[in-house]
Structure formats: C-alpha cells, structure tokens
C-alpha cells in the first residue's frame, strides 16, 4: 500500500490550513476552550456548510462529500496543529460513521444529512463506568417500552455529550449491541459536564433514568462499532500528527531565536539533538496515522486494526513527548499559561488517553502478532 | 571554626528562652524574636545575629527540645523560605551594618517578606547575562528593566536585585546587588501564571526606581559574588527538612494511587508491564533518597563529592516520570481535571483529594527540570566541573557585557 498524497490531497490541505489559520488561531482556541460549549457555532456552520468538511465521509445521496479516511486524516492532522475546537471527531466522524455504517436506510436518511451540514450535532456513547471504549465493555441494556425502548445506566467521556443535539447510545438488546437514538433533551438524561485536563476538548458523563431512546439499527451492530472506533482511533492519530509537528515547529523557531550565553539555544547540541529526535518521531508518527488512513480505505478489517494500533500507540507517545520536550526546550517561558506549549502538552496527554492508550494498543498488537 | 557547645547546655539555653517567651503563649513575631535574640534561630549564625556560631548541625537539638515543651512551634520554613533560606546569609556576608542590626531579625521573625529578583525574560540559564540597568544619579541609583519567575514579590517588604551596573565590563563583573524596598515608586508586581492556571511567581518591571546608594550590599561591580552567596544558599533554603522516609514522597502516593486502582482496570497483562513500571520507579526514588543521604554524610564529614550533585537532575526527571506514571495509572480518569484553572494566587491544597493532587503535581512537575536549573544545565555541571570534561567554546567570556549578542 503506497502512503502518497494526489494532488487533491494537498489542495485538501491547504484549504484546511487557511481556514484554520484563521477561525482556529491561538487567541480563538484560547476564548473558545474557556466556553461551557468548546466551540464557536459560525466556525462550525462553515465547516458544515462551507467547506463541506462535516459531512466528508458521508455519502453524496446523504448530502456528504463521499471522500474516506485518508481525506479525514488530513483533515485531522491540519486541526490537530491549530488545536481547533469543536465536535468534530464527536460528529463528522464517530456518529457519521455508526450511522452510516449500522443505522437502517430510513433513518440514515433522517440523520445523516442533519450531521453532515452541521445543523445536528450528535455524538457516539460507548464507555461505561470503566472508561473503555469497546464493544465487549457494553453493559448497558435497552428494555423495550412500548414501541421504542428506554435506557438505564451511564455513559461516561462522552464527547462532546453535554451539547449535542443527538446522543447515539450503543447498548445490549435482544439482538446483541444495538445504536439507540437519544435527544439530547430526553426527560431522564443528566448531562454532567466534566472538568477537563484539556479544555480544548470537552467531555462529559451522561446519567440515563428510564430515558426514551430509538432503536435506529438493525442486528448485531458490534461489526460496524468496532469499525467506527478503528476509524475514531486513526483519525485521533492523524490529529497527533498535527500537534506533534507544530510542536517541532514551536521548538525548532525557538531554539533559533533564543539566545543564551551569546549563542542561539539550538547550537547545543543538547537542544539539537532533542530537535532530532522529534524530527524521527513525528515523521514515523505521519508513516503510522496515514498507513491507518489508507488501511481503512482497503477491505481488510484486520489490516486496518493492527495499523490503528500501530498508529494510536505510536503516535500517542510521540505526540505527548514532543508536547513534553518543546515546554522544556522552551525553559521558564514554556511553563507559562500565556505560552501555548502547554496547550498542547494537555491535548497530547488527553489524546493518549482517549480510546485506549499506547501500552493496550500494544497488547492488542501483540496477541493480534502471536507474540 | 564554629565553637563548641554541649549538647546539655544548648538544651538549657532553649529552656531558657521558653521561659523568657512561650510559644503557646506568645504570637509568632514575639516567640522568633526572642528566638533570635538568644542565638537560637539559626545557631550557625554569629553572636549577635541570631545565632553562637556553632555548626549548623546542632539545630535539630534546638527543634528537639522545643518540640518536647511546646505544642505550638512557630518553626515553619515556609514562613519566609527564601527570605530565611537565601536572604539572611546573603545580608550577613554583604549586608551593610544598619541591614544585619535592623532587617535580619525581621527576617527571620517572619515580619518581613523577602524576595529575590535574578531571572529576566532574556537572562535564564544565563541569568550572568542579564540586563537590567542601574545607573548612579546622585545619592541614588536608578534602575530600570524587569524581573521574572520571582516567588512572593506581591507580599514582600523587600528584595534583593541584582542589576547591571558597568555594560562595559565583561558580564559577570558589570554587576551589583542592591536591597530593594519593594513599595518603591516605579516598581510594578504582576501575576504570572502557569500551566495550572494559578500564579505562584511574578514579573517585575522597574520605571526609574530610585534605590538609595547606601542600600547597595558589597562593592559595585561585586553583585555577582553576592549572588554566589545566594545561589548556594538555594539548596538549604528548600531542601533542608531532614531525611525523608523510605517509600514517601511522590513514590509513596503513585504506589497508593495503584493499589487503590479499580478492579478489572487494567488486563491481567497490561498489570505486568504496570507492575515493572511502577518497580522500577520505586527502585529510582530509594536509590535517590540513599544518595541524597551519602551526601549528607559526605558533607557532614567535610568530604562532599559527586554525589551531591546528582540529585537535582535527578529528582527531576524522576519526579516527572513518576506523576506520568500516576495519569497512566488513573487511566481514563486523568482526562478529567477536578483542581481546575482558576487563575488567581495559589491557595491550600489540604482539602484536595490524593487523586486531585496527584494530578496537579503531574502538570507542576513540568517546571522541576526547568526551575533552579534546567537538567540540560546540570548535566553539562556536571561534565564539565564533577567530571573535568572539557567545556564547549565560549565566545561571551572576557567581552563587554554590550557586546554579547542577544536576541529579542
């Protein structure tokens, strides 16, 4: 499989860039990320509407762009540098993604092009009490009632779960897992928002109490789940991409600029090789979050969960130590709430976090390997 | 050197001030002040400056007996770490006469705040090389430019600044070391916050602030030796508290945090590979605290070596892999962050839970290999002055300060 850009890809690219340039800049994610909401509704409206960026992998008929994985990476890698803020990897992707993959025709056709122009925001609630995001994890049972069903129990770090329109709760019924369509309104659902170490991306926990839901699947959904996670999983990676680059970039400028001793930082050797070494890391980091990318565009369901894990453990560390090295390249200035590093050192920390982290993605490699 | 004093006889003299002032009687200023005035507060100290001039070992015995006949004991470092820790033997060995008969006591008293005003935005790891300029107008010298990273500059009554006084000669001896009197006209304390969103340190700024020549402390041009005085200091200032436990510490509340850890929270595998971690770790922080013992010791006995200076480097790096190791260890309960960002001075954390702490030292410990020294700095302390390697070419040596390139 051969990691190439077209030239779509890069134009894909640019646009990106430019926007987020300029409705992703540090002063925007700074107001943004200090917002009960964590997103700015006018940026996510052009995302939506605009540029055509929240429906990029729904289908055309659904009123989606049709375009796949590798074109979501670039689009993640370019948010993960901006550290933009919003429901994106909630929306575009973990919810377009279930719906596309496990909704029933009929309601595919209700929701999907709500999603895809942004007007509906809705997101994907796995995780239990545990925190762990897999289908074997589920425990949460949909009773029937009536002609629809109602929910009892929790969902935890659910994103962006406190405001989005549409809550898409996967839970066990008489089929196995099913997707249960929630409204964010539901009388029965608490939404407790959490505190986040990273305040650019919001979580919450969601309370059911005999919450009306609709079943909008048919059968054993764990199929399409754990395919809607490996795509969260590589998109997540890609992001890291992003942020571990920019971090490179942050460090590499510094060390150029900052003289001590009457020498630029980045002439010891010390800070250059520190430079190196991320330089190594974040390339590998791209080779790992794009063969994730391209994996995902090819049938193989195995492939394309060994290059998820391969991807999310990989980039994770990356990612994180390059967040962590570019607050020490940049001495006492680094450690501070004006300098960004450490915006990034909490997106890098939390992203590690998310859907497993590096140590369970190399378990899950090495019994997949036969180690 | 020191004098000797029995260890009966300095127990009788701390029976004589509990009778002379009871700290469960008296209020913090009065109890120290006696304490000062019978050579108790600090023993190494001269006669006459709170002190017998004994060795600084015999201070414990001091602590020990007042301990056994106070509840209340007013002994707190904290009180006034830095001005404690780094101001007093820095005004002993420069101070002028009027700063040892009338500021030192309050020092220690806790009457009077200190700070210490080194760092620049330009001057860090080359703190030498820093810019804030003096210059004499009359009876007074007249300073400009700006501070940072100083700790209690927003409650403190005075300060020592170190500014440049001759951009002509080579950094280290353009240099000279004044007492400030931080309410002057022209100085301006801001909050700077950090990665945890309160503000432990500050930034300064100097508009035409008027310090009195006499407040100078050593020659002109000698700021630097006072400085010396003052770094070396640094150490005892913080770090003086005594041996600490085996398994305390950072260690001790990872160790807690994983055996407090939710069942089923981690597969039976990825429990190995935690177990190892968290092992090695443990292994790190007892090897650290033994060695930071055999220093002691070596120090004690005259004979300090090269393992005194390994254990800021250290502490450091353990220090940030150890509360990684906690986030890791707390698994997706780490996404959240109960202490949150409020931006405001730092306050109590007693009521905060293990968990909470635990988290909020993660981001803190960031600066360990940052404050003080960054481990990049030590490391090359180490290679060049512990093991005789030799240094990189330096080409900021032996010109005028002026003409050092500085950047932005």
Sequence with gaps: ????????????????????ENDSSEAIVRKVMETESGYDARTWERLGSELSLVGLIIPEKNGGAGLGPVELAIVFEEMGRTLYCGPYLASAVLAASIVKDAATEAEKAKLLPEIASGKTIATLAVAEESGKANPDTVAMRAAKDGSGYKLDGVKNFVLDGHNSAVILVVARDENGLGLFRVEGNAKGLERAQLPTLDLTRKLANLTFKATAATKISDGDITKALRHTLTLGVAMLAAEQVGSAQRCL?????????????????????????????????????????????????????????????????????????????????????????EHPAHLYFKRARANSMLFGDAAEHRLKLAAVLEL | MAKEITEADLRARVRKLLEDAHPDKVDQFTFRGKQYDHGLALVHFPEGYGGLGISPGMQAIVHDE????????????????IGIGMCMPTVLTHGTQWMKDTLLRRIFTGEDIWCQMFSEPSAGSDVAGLATRAVREGDYWVVNGQKVWTSLAHVSKWGMLLARTNPDAPKHAGLSYFLLDMQSPGVEVRPLHQITGEAEFNEIFFTDVKIPADRMMGKEGEGWKGAITTLMNERTAIGGAGAPRKGSGSIGVLIGLWKARAKGQFSPEAEILMRDRITKLYIEAELLRMTSQRARSSRKAGNPGPEGSVSKLAQAELNKRIWECAMDVLGPDSLVYEPGYARRRPTSRARESRTALSKYQFLRARANSIEGGTSEVMKNILGERVLGLPGEPRSDKDIPWKDIPRGV
């Design chain 1, 1 to 20: 499989m051969d990691i190439s850009f077209t030239q779509e890809h890069n134009e894909l690219r640019q646009t990106v860039r430019r926007f987020l």
């Design chain 1, 249 to 337: 970039e942050m460090s590499t400028e510094y060390a150029k600029t900052r003289l001590q001793f009457g020498r630029p930082i980045g002439s010891y050797q010390a800070i250059k090789h520190k430079c190196a070494d991320m330089l190594v890391e974040t390339e590998f980091a791209r080779s790992a979050a794009y063969n994730a990318a391209f994996a995902l565009t090819e049938n193989d369901v195995a492939e394309a969960e060994e290059a998820a894990a391969i991807a999310k453990s990989y980039c994770s560390d990356a990612a994180y130590k390059a967040a962590a090295e570019n607050i020490q390249i940049h001495g006492g200035m680094g450690f501070t709430w």
């Design chain 2, 66 to 81: 007042l301990s056994k006949n106070a509840k209340t004991l007013y002994d707190d470092m904290m009180i006034n770490a």
